[in-house]
């Protein structure tokens, strides 16, 4: 394995990704923003919903904020390099075998999505005003948000080593909003009791574990048993990053 | 000093559409469908059938065709960006596709299409090419500065490629494959659309590189592009190779060495027998369907006599094109199509 290519890669992603700082932050932030304010402020405040409610939406928000950058960040450079340009050629090309760089896209892309999910505490706390209660509990947080950063970098991986420059839009209707909705970052697992069905099939859902383990290290809201959502998201992290993998190689080599 | 390559017997038949879009608009491939009413339809295009060929250190090698012949398969294979379906290559010691890594230190790449990393200015780009290299911070600022003054890229150094000229940006392609000084330089179609003064000044640097004793292939299918450039050449077309030897040694190959090609109203059945009895004809083809090929030792000369020839048989004579011996005429001789069709 040779380091110093892998570092001049990783290199190479960062400073992209700083002269694209502003836009980045506000594309990850202005969404979570918007999303803590009215439903944890407006929404609260007017006495729509509880005042406990923001305890269950803000690790929501977090995991979303996390996954949506985490996969943006590999998959749409993934989807443009691989397409007409080739841009993605000259690293190709570099002195390494290349499911490195597979790898080292992910770890760029885990690097965004802990950034944008760590802003998200800070300027959640703000737009929500008091009445938040952490209750934070800091080793099995770290490993939830470091598990979470990877599924969705390695989701990006496969995504974006799978859809085409045509399908971005169809990307987002088909696979992220369902996600998003059915993901359990606006209410908790236990909330779907009523739903019987639903309650199990949302279980197929990687964003669901990445809300509730969040929820289950950040906050006292209900939440999923964090030894079930450690082992669930290395299952699908280890699964994402195989299939990643296998079409990246399947992209890069003609 | 100096790497040579190595090909032996090899075969790449795509199962899937080429990239071809990567590969710039150069596949014009039929594809071949696998005959059974009831078995599955499969696409399968045979772009190399069998080559073997032998590079030698610090030499500038040619492969010359005509769009699809597997000129950028064979350059896909020797830059491990395509995987061979038989036989092997080999940059100096190195199995391209058991021992990728070593291969790729040791060569530099100009794709057909340029494939510069937009996000990037120019310097970057070829800075970090230094890096992903493994150069030193001071080495890649020197190399760096050099290529740019060198490609004539300072003014426009810092500024995003995105916005470069064509010809601007296959000149940072250029620079960005020597940043690493490769002992091997591939150069896929390099002068397509560059304009005549850059296309000069590409020959200039291809020439000087060559100097400093490294391997140097390149596809085209501009004759007079090989003539200038390669000290030796193969010929490909449909994934296999017609001919190889230096470009003189190739144009001393064609019989006769002149080609007219005729056409006329119509050819009668002993015109091409009565041709072929002219002084100083070697050999009479038949082309397409009121055409002929002839080659001789000589071109202006022969019309009256041809002209003489036809009307005996009551053929007439509609038109006349006269090449003189080049690769242009020996590509003509073993394919019976011309590089441009």
């Known amino acids: ?72 960040a590999v998959a749409m450079p993934l989807i443009t390099e691989f397409q007409f340009t080739r841009e993605i050629e000259d690293r190709l090309l570099a002195p390494m075998a290349i499911g490195w760089l597979a790898v080292e896209k992910i770890a760029a892309g885990m690097v965004q999505a802990l950034v944008a999910g760590l802003v998200v505490i800070p300027a959640a706390w703000l737009t929500m005003g008091s009445g938040v209660q952490l209750s934070f509990r800091p080793l099995e947080f770290s490993v939830i948000c470091v598990l979470v950063a990877m599924f969705s970098s390695a989701g990006g991986l496969v995504l974006g080593c799978t859809i085409g420059q045509t399908q971005i839009g169809l990307m987002f209707s088909l696979v992220i909003a369902p996600m998003m ?67 990246f190689h399947q992209k890069a080599v003609s | 000093m100096g790497i040579g390559i190595r090909i032996e017997n090899l075969r790449k038949v795509y199962d899937t ?89 040791v060569i530099g790449v100009v794709p057909q299409r340029p494939n510069l990393d937009f996000a990037l200015t120019a310097r970057e780009i070829l800075l970090f090419h230094g890096a992903y290299f493994g150069q030193s911070a001071r080495e890649r600022e020197r190399r760096s500065s050099e290529l740019l003054e060198q490609f004539h890229l300072k003014d426009r150094a810092d500024d995003m490629v995105r916005n470069f000229s064509g010809g601007m940006m296959q000149r940072i392609s250029i620079a960005r494959a020597m940043m690493h000084d490769p002992e091997v330089l591939f150069l896929d179609e390099p002068s397509a659309g560059l304009d005549p003064q850059t296309r000069l000044m590409l020959w200039e640097i291809v020439r000087n590189y060559n100097k400093l004793g490294k391997t140097i292939v390149l596809t085209t299918h501009y004759m007079d592009e090989a003539d200038a450039l390669c000290g030796r050449l193969a010929i490909i077309d449909h994934g296999r190779i017609i001919s190889q030897g230096t470009p003189a040694e190739l144009k001393a190959s064609i019989p006769g060495g002149y080609l007219l090609r005729l056409r006329f109203n119509q050819v009668p059945e002993l015109l091409p027998a009565a041709l072929q009895k002219l002084p100083g004809v070697t050999e009479v083809r038949d082309a397409a369907n009121t055409s002929l090929d002839v080659y001789a030792d000589r071109g202006g000369p022969l019309i009256a006599s041809i002209v003489n020839a036809a009307q005996a048989l009551d053929a007439e004579l509609h038109d006349v094109h006269i090449a003189e011996p080049s690769l242009e005429t020996l590509f003509l001789h073993h394919t019976g199509r011309s590089l441009r069709d």
């Open chain 1, 1 to 72: 394995m040779n380091w110093k290519t892998f570092y001049a890669l990783l290199s190479r992603d960062g400073h992209v990704a700083r002269r694209n700082l502003l836009p980045m932050l506000l594309q990850n932030l202005l969404q979570p923003l918007l999303l803590t304010f009215v439903f944890g402020r407006v929404l609260t405040t007017s006495g729509m919903m509880r005042s406990e409610y923001k305890n269950v939406l803000l690790p929501g928000v977090m995991a979303i904020s996390m996954v949506l950058s985490g996969v943006q």
């Open chain 2, 17 to 105: 559409p080429p990239p071809s879009a990567a590969r710039g608009a150069g596949f014009s491939f039929v594809a071949q469908r696998t005959a059974g009413p009831k078995e599955k339809k499969k696409f399968e295009v045979v772009a190399l059938d069998g080559i073997s060929l032998e590079m030698r250190a610090g030499e500038v090698f040619g492969l010359l065709g005509p769009n699809g012949a597997g000129k950028s398969t064979t350059i896909g294979v020797l830059t491990t960006r395509t995987r061979p379906t038989g036989g092997r290559a080999f940059i100096g010691e190195f199995d391209v596709w058991q021992d990728q890594v070593k291969a790729k230190r």
């Open chain 1, 181 to 247: 909705m059915f993901g359990c970052a606006y209410y908790p697992w236990a909330s779907l009791a009523a739903f019987p069905v639903l309650k199990y099939a949302v279980l197929i859902n990687p964003l669901v574990y990445a809300s509730e383990g969040l929820r289950g290290t950040l906050t006292r809201a209900p939440h999923i048993n964090t030894v079930i959502v450690i082992g669930a998201l290395v299952l699908i992290n280890a699964l994402l990053l195989v299939v990643g993998l296998k079409k």
